[in-house]
């Protein structure tokens, strides 16, 4: 049987270290043991449930993966790093050649696109891997599209929360704005409610044991009137929604490689449907 050989890279960050157990465990995969790293991080390798992976810093990686091609062949990258380095990631997976499924938020997303839209290899890009998620935003997007200005005049509430340690705004909810203004409501990426103070996410309600790992997001719309409220909310606790979503993100894009189909970006409503 032939394995998927994955690089997961972001280590000794929190969805990176939840993603090595999965990828070891899963009889489609072989999980590449280098990883790549930020600038800050001092340690040469990480230790995730028994698998010592060899951390690669910037300054390190454009020798290092000429060694880990050598090493495994052909593999796939899965980037969960920093959203300051999403472009920069970008430039090296299309620079040498390997595929690559994007599940960092932030960064110049336009140039992102088209730093693979130029490539020899093609790429899975999302603001969000939790295939449920994923497939909400589809519907959202429908509706936006056969029912503009649906909700013309409501005010419009976006209250996100995770943990501390995420630097920037969700994607999700940034995604979910431009369905909104396609549905008549005038809202701003700006106008997004971040909640990142444990103190505060624990008067939500969120679990204490997941102050380190969730995603609750609350979209509130309100009539001109003040009669008539609408509130979407959908709650995450932890990170293991988004393994399977990451692996079937995977799986695609080496049937799209195998293929030689390149230069494509394809989003995960792209993986949902199969296509």
Known sequence: MTHQKIMINGLPGNVARTLVPAVVSDDRFELVKYSLTGPEIEEDA???????IT???????DQAVKTILIEYGNFISVDYTHPKAVNDNAAFYCKHGLPFVMGTTGGDRAALERTVENASISAVIAPNMAKQIVGFQAMMDYAAKHFPGL??????????????SKADTSGTAKAMVQYFNQ???????????????????KALGIPEAHLNGHGWHTYTLVSPDKNATFRIVHKINGRDIYIQGTFDAVMFLAKKSAADETGKVFSMIDVLKGG
């Open 46 to 52: 990480c230790t995730v449930d028994g698998n010592t």
């Open 55 to 61: 951390l690669v810093r910037p300054h390190e990686r």
């Open 151 to 164: 909700f013309s005049g409501y005010c419009l509430e976006i209250r996100e929360s995770h943990q501390a």
């Open 183 to 201: 549905l008549g409501v005038s809202f701003t990426e700006s106008d997004i409610i971040r909640v990142r103070d444990p103190e505060e996410q």
